[in-house]
């Protein structure tokens, strides 16, 4: 494509005109960009989702490979603004890390510390006591709660986690409900199958050995829930491959274990979340066949809410008109049946972030290629209502942008985060911090900037409406389903201007 440098290296010195020769380049340019095949293949893409056809892996790897990306762009945007018009989601939350001991090496992850390694830790009950009254008192709906796979704490260590964070924020009146604790990934749940010794028979090939390990699953997230757990986060997906899996983070769960820990799941009525890390040593396409992985989970899940909520006779009506879906990310009126099915609420795509791991000989992705990536996972990810754009990987401004570029969330004010780590303004590379926090007006101000209204959320996205005199105190107020689960096509037709 014709670049400004060429434009401004074809300037005659009067009057800053083109010259003749810049012009030519730029009609050249327009008529090859008409020629060129891939150009066909997006005004293909383009109609599919104008009349809300499903995209193929085919076209996705179209979206990746165009150098039109502007386009891409705007079919995102155009599926995002049908789906939640000018609004733009944040929530006031607060990562708790337990522990960043892990079993595991992945080559990836810069959090992980061995139990006698310097800067290893474990929280005692008494930490997450003060980290809950902490964000009681600074109105938050939410504690976001993940670590690594310690090898000695016993599961008790678990339930008794969810139960504090549980009974303490209701010891202390917080808001105008429940704080709703999100906690533990895929990965965690069948750590604590494998240490409460109901994973056995787990590894067996075939339709017995799924069996057993659904069980275990279902014996942990069961029990978790008594203990207070309303959802999980997306973590551990990393991409679906087992060529990268076994090359970047072998010992961790592969794809058909991560997918049913997330099926048993929704099945108990917990919704759930999804990621994807790319700019590693995964491949495009790879990338591509993650996304479809998940929408084939995510038809399933809302097939199985519709024809749960047809066995119950439960019928509800959205504020749209359209059927009531029963899932739990989208609440029904206050009439209705409470949820009995969950499903994927949001898709997260995550950036490598190469410094301090084992690959950090790798340059990571661009912010182009961040701001492609999801974009294409709002296209590709039909079924998912909602698209974050997490601004502790992204960065608040790119974050901005790609609230221009599909995303509808920027996630919430997080504070500590000790996953991945920023470098402190003005200190060394590897003096980074854990404290990333942002204020409730930094957000609306970026959601504002970037031309969209700002709108608090819950984590099951319900609104929330804030006492006027006193911001701790909260309520939710019930929200219509954007996609019209229930008994809608399966993508969301779209009309560009």
């Known amino acids: 494509m014709l670049h400004l440098s060429a434009v401004n290296e074809s300037h005659a010195g009067v009057g800053y005109a083109l010259t003749m020769s810049a012009v030519t380049l730029l009609a050249q340019e327009c008529r090859s960009v008409s020629r060129d095949p891939r150009a066909e293949s997006l005004a293909s893409i383009r109609s599919k989702v104008e009349n809300g056809q499903r995209l193929t892996i085919e076209d996705g790897e179209t979206l990746f ?12 945007d155009a599926v995002r603004r049908r789906l939640h018009g000018n609004t733009a989601y944040y929530n006031i939350n607060r990562h708790l890390n ?21 800067g290893s830790y474990t929280r005692d009950m008494d930490y997450v006591k003060a980290e809950v009254r902490t964000a009681v008192e600074n109105g938050a709906t939410e504690i976001h709660s993940v670590g690594g796979l310690h090898p000695t704490l016993p599961f008790s260590y678990y339930t008794d986690l969810v139960s504090t964070i549980r009974d303490e924020a209701r010891r202390l009146g917080a808001g105008g409900g429940e704080l709703h604790v999100k906690a533990f990934t895929a990965v965690e749940i069948v750590h604590l199958a494998r ?32 203990a207070g ?3 999980l986060p997306g973590g551990g997906a990393e991409v679906f491959d087992d ?25 108990l009525g917990l919704n759930t979340n999804a990621t994807i890390l790319y700019g590693h040593i995964e491949q495009r396409r790879e990338r591509l066949v993650h996304m479809d992985m998940l929408r084939k989970v995510q038809d399933e899940a809302i097939a199985n809410a519709s024809r749960g909520a047809e066995e119950q006779g439960s019928k509800g009506a959205f504020e749209n008109g359209a ?68 601004w502790i990987m992204q960065t608040l401004p790119m974050a901005q942008l790609m609230l221009q570029c599909g995303a509808d969330d920027l996630d919430g004010t997080v504070v500590w985060y000790d996953i991945t780590k920023l470098p402190t303004a003005g200190a060394a590379s590897q003096d980074r911090s854990t404290h990333q926090e942002v204020t409730v007006r930094t957000l609306q101000k970026a959601c504002r900037d970037a031309g969209f209204v700002p709108v608090e959320r819950d984590t099951l996205y319900r609104r929330v409406v804030r006492d006027r005199a006193d911001g701790r105190k909260w309520k939710t107020l019930a929200a219509h389903d954007p996609i019209q689960m229930a008994g809608a096509p399966r993508s969301v037709p779209v009309d560009f201007p």
């Open 323 to 390: 059927s009531c879906s029963h899932a739990p990310m989208l609440p029904c009126s206050a009439a209705s049946p409470p949820p009995t099915r969950g499903r994927f609420q949001t898709i997260i795509p995550l950036p490598f972030f190469p410094d301090g791991s084992e690959l950090e000989r790798l340059p990571g992705p661009g912010g182009l290629e961040n701001l492609r990536t999801l974009a294409i996972a709002r296209l590709m990810l039909d079924n998912f209502a909602h698209v974050k754009a997490f």
């Open 65 to 76: 490979a165009t150098p039109d990306i502007w386009s891409v762009c705007e079919m995102a």
């Open 195 to 226: 240490i409460a010794k109901v994973y056995k028979g787990a590894t067996i090939q075939g339709p017995e050995g799924q069996a057993a390990r659904r069980e275990g699953i279902r014996w942990v997230l069961t029990r978790l829930k008594d």
């Open 243 to 267: 060529r990268v899996h076994d090359e970047a983070f072998k010992g961790k769960i592969r794809s058909d274990v991560w997918l049913d820990v997330h099926r048993v799941a929704h099945e």
């Open 229 to 231: 757990l309303g959802s």
């Open 98 to 118: 337990y522990s960043n001991v892990c079993a595991l090496s992945c080559k990836f992850c810069e959090f992980y510390r061995k139990t006698d390694q310097p």
